[in-house]
């Protein structure tokens, strides 16, 4: 119990202050961007307020869709899609959140985006695993990390660890759950990831 209490309390804080200052880094850019530049920010600043303030992060991903069909710009309306689909996956709307991230993953495949198609079946998993259907979500996630191994996307590859393990955990087959965590934790220290680390972390914490 105390060693999951300490991980939340350094989640919580590192997501706090990395997010604070990645909000005003943002801002200040967005007031002189423009093109992909702009839809990128748009996006970004969504995905920040994501575990801030929904109702902020839904007006910045509804700018990000407006402005990046305006400049027909595919990249920027995928990802305005996804956070849109996050926040509704959040509100329960699991079947309106599908229909967005399947949109996300058919501009993958017009366009040959290889990390668009990987980030929308690894999200078109993650709804699936959240109303229940975890056979579905794995093989979602186990779709989008062949993807994400192909690219070397190791960010990718320990998002789709961390949400394997997750679905393993809660089918009760906690031996392949944690070795997906454990893969995760590794990686994510490698990068720098300490949210990302943390929140693997947590989930190892909530088995034991």
Avoid at 8 to 34: P, R
Avoid at 121 to 127: A, D, P, V
């Amino acid at each position: 119990m105390r060693f999951r209490f300490f991980v939340l309390l350094i989640f919580f804080t590192v997501t706090f202050v990395n997010g604070q200052h990645s909000i005003d880094s943002l801002t200040k850019k967005l007031a002189t961007a423009e093109g992909n530049n702009k839809s990128e920010l748009f996006n970004a600043l969504s995905k920040a307020y994501w575990d801030i303030d929904h109702g902020v992060s839904l007006k910045y991903a509804d700018e990000a869709l407006e402005y990046s069909k305006t400049i027909s710009y595919k990249p920027g309306i995928s990802k305005a899609y996804l956070n849109i689909s996050y926040l509704l996956e959040e509100g329960g709307l699991y079947d309106t959140a599908l229909i967005l991230e399947k949109k996300s993953y058919d501009i993958g495949i017009e366009t040959n985006d290889k990390e668009i198609q990987a980030n929308s079946l690894r999200r078109i998993g993650n709804t699936n695993s959240k109303r229940g259907n975890y056979d579905v979500g794995i093989q979602y996630n186990m779709k989008a990390l062949a993807i994400y191994r192909e690219l070397k996307d190791s960010s990718g590859i320990a998002y789709c660890f961390n949400n394997l393990g997750i679905n393993f955990r809660d089918e009760g087959l906690n031996d392949s759950a944690l070795n997906f965590l454990i893969k995760a934790s590794v990686i994510q220290h490698r990068l720098g990831d300490n949210s990302g680390e943390a929140s693997a972390l947590n989930n190892i914490g909530l088995i034991y």
